[in-house]
């Protein structure tokens, strides 16, 4: 599933138009020649056309972003798969106005980079790595990462952002990232934390521990890495489910 085979963005089309086309073989902007719908819902589809090529020439997501509900912004991710940073945080409690990011993990095509607090974790460093690609792909990140971001660090985070927590619930995969995880059989290489383990692990590092440290990066960094196994099932199964059923000969 790729941006050009949808058409939801469009003002006044819904999922029962898109479907529609589909079904009558306009799966592609390429095949749309306004035969399937009304002349306004057609002009405005041409014009969407003529403007997303241009977008997509430049590598810019972000109008369809804008345009597409949370839970359908999966088929994004087909267009810019190898410029897409996935990226997980590790806090010192849940009020960004009072706690601390600890860590900040983001991992761009097959590269993983964790920034730590009072070392290398600034402002500057995150709005470098976040501006430099073209989708952002979290777990419960539009809720919690990216506003404790913008609080803390007082940055703009505006690339694209495709929380995956709301297409893994229009597939019934509830809870957290974990237990996603354990039900879809992606494993990890790291001991099974929580949050509250990452608050005590930081705290142990203050007092002197090293080791508590290294444990709360490979943490942060099993979290992070282990989005683009998930990424890749939710966009193959929302595929079948949404595209691929509707096709002619479906």
């Given at each position: 599933?790729?941006i050009?085979?949808?058409f939801?963005?469009?003002?006044?089309?819904?999922?029962?138009?898109?479907r529609?086309l589909w079904e009558?073989?306009?799966?592609?902007?390429?095949?749309?020649?306004?035969?399937?719908?009304g002349?306004?819902?057609?002009?405005?589809?041409?014009a969407f056309?003529?403007?997303?090529?241009?977008?997509l020439?430049?590598?810019?997501?972000?109008?369809?972003a804008?345009?597409?509900?949370?839970?359908?912004?999966?088929r994004?991710?087909?267009?810019?798969?190898?410029?897409?940073c996935?990226?997980?945080?590790?806090t010192?409690?849940?009020?960004?106005s009072c706690?601390?990011?600890?860590?900040?993990?983001c991992?761009?095509?097959?590269?993983?980079?964790t920034f730590v607090?009072d070392?290398?974790?600034?402002?500057r460093?995150?709005?470098?790595?976040?501006?430099?690609?073209?989708?952002?792909v979290?777990?419960n990140?539009?809720r919690?990462?990216?506003?404790?971001?913008?609080?803390?660090f007082?940055?703009?985070?505006?690339?694209?952002?495709?929380?995956?927590?709301?297409p893994c619930?229009?597939?019934?995969?509830?809870?957290?990232l974990?237990?996603?995880?354990?039900?879809?059989?992606?494993?990890?290489?790291v001991?099974?934390?929580?949050?509250?383990?990452?608050?005590?692990?930081?705290?142990?590092?203050?007092?002197?521990?090293?080791?508590a440290?290294?444990?709360?990066?490979?943490?942060?960094?099993?979290?992070?890495v282990?989005?683009?196994?998930?990424?890749?099932?939710?966009?193959?199964?929302?595929h079948?489910?949404?595209?691929?059923?509707?096709?002619?000969?479906?």
């Amino acid at each position: 599933m790729r941006i050009e085979n949808s058409f939801i963005p469009v003002r006044g089309v819904g999922e029962v138009t898109e479907r529609r086309l589909w079904e009558h073989g306009v799966t592609h902007w390429d095949e749309f020649d306004g035969s399937v719908v009304g002349p306004t819902i057609a002009d405005r589809i041409d014009a969407f056309i003529d403007e997303g090529r241009d977008h997509l020439a430049r590598g810019d997501v972000a109008p369809f972003a804008e345009a597409l509900p949370a839970a359908s912004r999966w088929r994004l991710y087909e267009n810019v798969r190898d410029d897409t940073c996935f990226l997980d945080i590790e806090t010192t409690g849940l009020d960004a106005s009072c706690e601390d990011v600890t860590t900040v993990t983001c991992h761009r095509d097959g590269e993983t980079t964790t920034f730590v607090k009072d070392r290398d974790l600034t402002g500057r460093r995150l709005a470098s790595e976040l501006d430099s690609a073209s989708l952002l792909v979290t777990f419960n990140g539009q809720r919690f990462d990216v506003p404790f971001l913008e609080t803390c660090f007082d940055v703009d985070v505006s690339v694209p952002h495709l929380d995956l927590m709301y297409p893994c619930k229009k597939l019934g995969l509830d809870g957290g990232l974990k237990a996603i995880e354990r039900d879809l059989g992606i494993d990890r290489d790291v001991p099974d934390l929580s949050g509250r383990d990452a608050v005590r692990l930081w705290h142990e590092y203050e007092r002197g521990d090293d080791a508590a440290l290294e444990t709360l990066v490979e943490y942060n960094r099993a979290d992070t890495v282990n989005m683009k196994p998930l990424m890749e099932i939710v966009s193959d199964r929302l595929h079948e489910a949404v595209f691929e059923a509707a096709q002619p000969d479906a």
